[in-house]
């Protein structure tokens, strides 16, 4: 049974049609690509997904329960974790707290006035195993403000991670990395590989091709293709439309 | 994780509220026994401003009707005190019960909102509420009504004005401890989340309507116990407490102090208050009329005082206090 | 309650509503799209009342009056915010809020200083001192002006707007601000032109108002309420918005307080209605507010964001 089916979905802004009739799944351990022109819609839809926007029809089913109406928050409880183009974290914070503040989100609720949060070992912990997972153990207690651009992409992982999600939703995590940090998001995103569910939007061809298990192709909004690596590289429709020609690449 | 070190802030706060506890006893001997009435004012507005500063400096939520609340609080205290109840704990349970109402229906229209539309829905609801009092000709309409007697608290009179006096004291130094509590507890920490980062926040799960509503009807009820120490300070209640002056009065009070500092607002509350009494007794005996000039017209020299530092300082007095420590991290 | 009555209350509803529009237009630009929290533009319909009576009191001729101070109320609004205000606007809305409440300090006292804190008369102008008789009710001639001049600025307000130039600059920037500034408009002279057009209206509307109003100090922040609530019912930043809903604001408010104290007397008791009567009316329109909010937070006509 899939994890994630995207059924018809349908976003109009006034006349421009953001998202055409999509239909989209995601397996069970699958890393799941989503490819196209710039403009095509990608952002879109994982806005879509998560919640943020709301479509004027279609259905979002994940893990068999329909979520189209639900609120993003709620998605986000239900195992939906994503990360933004623009990395979006907590600057005056140190990359510790905002890893606890993820965690917290998924430990029952805040309506708690007296404790003091920092030192809740339920939240800490799984926070700190976090960033080892991701890399960023030793920057910790640094204030997410002071750090490189590539750390806070790391951070957004770790945040993304900390609650343990069913799916997790990528919103173009190599955009604005040099090559060096892209290299080790990939590697960090391999080593993801079955553990969990990855939705990807991505530019980046060689991180794709490396690590997408099955590439749908957006342009204009609709799905053009849909399939793994070799049978995307091989069609025809795709090379027109957004691949260009191979050989003229290299 | 380790307890941080006490800091100069701290210090800065605890010196400044040996010198509040100690007031009542040094005004008269230093033959200014008006302090007492002077500090409990500094006080009151200092609480106010605390709850005030509870969802602008912590939540960043800009609301320009709070003084609506300490209204609540004041005419609370004046209309049971009308009717012959003067049970302080009986006038509490109502404040706050009718105060916890209030904020939650304003909070959920206001709160629907953000940014500029955020600020004149509050400000529009202040004024609903201030024409709903100057319309409450029984209890005083425009010039509002005194009020008999102080709240009774059973074992202590509060006629005495340096009872009065600790009693604030007291209730201040209290909500700040709580304060305290709450600015490091998992629900403070969800609060600074939302002020900072909202989208993320829900992205991560948080259903953030319902903590920025409960901080709102928080910073409230902190309000009214205010604007009750208020009505029992003046033995008036009048619509003037919760017009948009007042409301802008504890914005300043807040900037000044330094916005999402704890003690802040009470360190711009005591600025406010020193400089209108200075102002409007002034007589140094400046040529030209100025003294006239300046008593009279002292509001317009706050004004400018006010534009002046907003165009220059950013992070207010004792906020910089806090940059300094924040910069050594 | 009669068909006069009725009509007599319509109209002075409309009228409130011309005067509302006429300050909510300037301002819910400014709101909209240098998104500055400006409260201090009740302070200028008050100068543009106080130049007037003053020039009026000189030379006893509401037209020289009005011409001198709808431009002078131009004048300062644009010296305001050159010198200070334009440095707020990219400062966070509680700086622009304070700032704005230091400046409506300083405006009620000078015009305390300079004319004191009694009221100040302007008188309605001779030529307009009638009554027009309406369903054989006479109805103030000066009043029907008002209206006039409402609908011939909101006219030439709809052609600024949609059918000039500066129109299409000042609604893309209303759009999309940071776009229209990539496409090398000149934003800070349409800022300044926004907040001088604001201005001037808001002069206008203290010129018409002071011999309907008493021109005092602190006169502005009385209606500035009643325009924040037009702004937000309208939508921030929609002109479109502003005049149905300053319409509505000013119809509601006028009739509410004319008719639902006598309302409230059929079906309730007669103290309870006294009591409660007024106080509900003076709410009403705070109560509308809320229920748009409530359906469509951001407002009935609201701009359209790229």
Known sequence: ?250 | MARQPLSLRFWFAAAFSLLLALVPILAPLIGQPHYVTMFSRIMIFGLAAVGLNFILGFGGLVSFGHALYVGLGAYAVGIMSFHGITNAWAQLAAALSVGAVAAVLIGLVCLRTSGLAFIMITLAFTQMVYFLAVSLTQYGGDDGMPIPARSDLGLLSLDHGAVLYYLIFAVLMLILYVAHRVVHSRFGVVLSGCKSNERRMIALGFPTLRYKLSAYVISALICVIAGMLLANLTRYTAPAYLNWVASGDLIVMVVFGGVGTLFGPVVGSAALVIVEEALSSFSLGLPWGMDDLISTHWLGLLGIFILVVVLQLKRGLYGALVAREQGSN | ?306
């Not at chain 1, 639900?70 to 933004?84: K, N, T």
């Not at chain 3, 601000?177 to 800022?191: F, Q, R, S």
Request: aromatic share 8%.
């Open chain 1, 1 to 250: 049974m899939s994890l994630l089916v995207v059924s018809q979905l349908l976003k109009t802004y006034g006349g421009l049609i953001a998202t055409d009739h999509l239909d989209l799944a995601v397996e069970p351990g699958e890393i799941h690509a989503v490819i196209g022109p710039n403009g095509a819609g990608k952002t879109t839809l994982i806005n879509q997904i998560s919640g943020e926007t709301r479509p004027n029809a279609g259905r979002i089913v994940f893990d068999a329960q329909d979520i189209t109406r639900e609120p993003a928050y709620r998605r986000s409880l239900l195992g939906l974790s994503r990360s933004f183009q623009i990395t979006s974290v907590f600057p005056e914070l140190t990359v510790l707290q905002n890893v606890a503040m993820a965690a917290q989100a998924h430990a029952g609720h805040s309506f708690s006035f007296w404790s003091p949060a920092a030192a809740e070992r339920s939240l800490t912990e799984p926070a700190a195993a976090a960033l080892d997972q991701v890399g960023l153990a030793q920057r910790a207690g640094t204030r997410v403000a002071n750090l490189a651009h590539g750390e806070q992409r790391q951070l957004e992982f770790a945040m993304a991670l900390v609650s343990r999600p069913k799916l997790l939703l990528l919103d173009e995590p190599m955009a604005g990395m040099s090559k060096h940090e892209a290299e080790g998001i990939v590697a960090l995103l391999a080593s993801l590989k079955r553990s969990y569910s990855i939705l990807l939007i991505e530019h980046d061809m060689d991180a794709v091709f490396a690590l997408a298990d099955r590439i749908t192709v957006l342009v204009y909004g609709r799905a053009i293709a849909c399939g793994s690596a070799d049978e995307i590289r091989a069609n025809s429709q795709v090379r027109d439309a957004y691949l260009g020609d191979e050989d003229a690449e290299a």
């Open chain 3, 1 to 306: 309650m009669t068909w006069g009555l009725f009509f007599t209350q319509a109209l002075n509803g409309l009228q409130l509503g011309v005067l509302l529009f006429l300050l909510s237009a300037g301002l819910t630009l400014v709101f909209g799209i240098m998104n500055f929290a400006n409260f201090s533009h009740g302070s200028l319909y008050m100068m543009g009342a106080y130049f007037a009576a003053a020039v009026y009191g000189w030379c006893g001729s509401f037209l020289v009056a009005g011409l001198v101070a709808v431009p002078a109320t131009l004048l300062l609004g644009v010296i305001v915010e050159r010198v200070a205000l334009s440095r707020l606007y990219q400062r966070n809305h509680l700086d622009q809020v304070l700032a704005t409440f230091g400046l409506i300090l300083v405006f009620n006292e000078v015009v305390r200083y300079i004319w004191g804190p009694a009221p100040v008369y302007l008188n309605v102008p001779e030529a307009l001192s009638g009554t027009v008789d309406l369903f054989s009710l006479p109805y103030p001639a000066y009043r029907f002006a008002i209206i006039g001049v409402g609908l011939v600025v909101g006219a030439g307000l709809y052609l600024l707007i949609h059918r000039t130039r500066v129109g299409m600059l000042i609604r893309a920037g209303a759009a999309n601000g940071t776009m229209a500034a990539a496409l090398g408009v000149n934003i800070p002279l349409l800022n300044t032109l926004v907040f001088g057009l604001g201005a001037a209206l808001a002069g206008l509307a203290g010129l018409m108002a002071g011999p309907v109003f008493a021109v005092r100090p602190g006169m502005g922040e009385s209606i500035l309420v009643l325009a924040l609530v037009v702004i937000i019912t309208g939508g921030i930043g929609s002109i479109r918005g502003a005049v149905y809903s300053a319409l509505i604001v000013g119809v509601v408010d006028t009739a509410g307080r004319a008719f639902l104290p006598g309302i409230l007397r059929e079906f309730l008791d007669r103290s309870v209605a006294q009591a409660v009567g007024p106080a509900v009316a003076s709410m009403l329109i705070y109560l509308l507010m809320a229920v748009v909010l409530a359906f469509r937070p951001q407002g009935l006509f609201p701009v359209r964001h790229g």
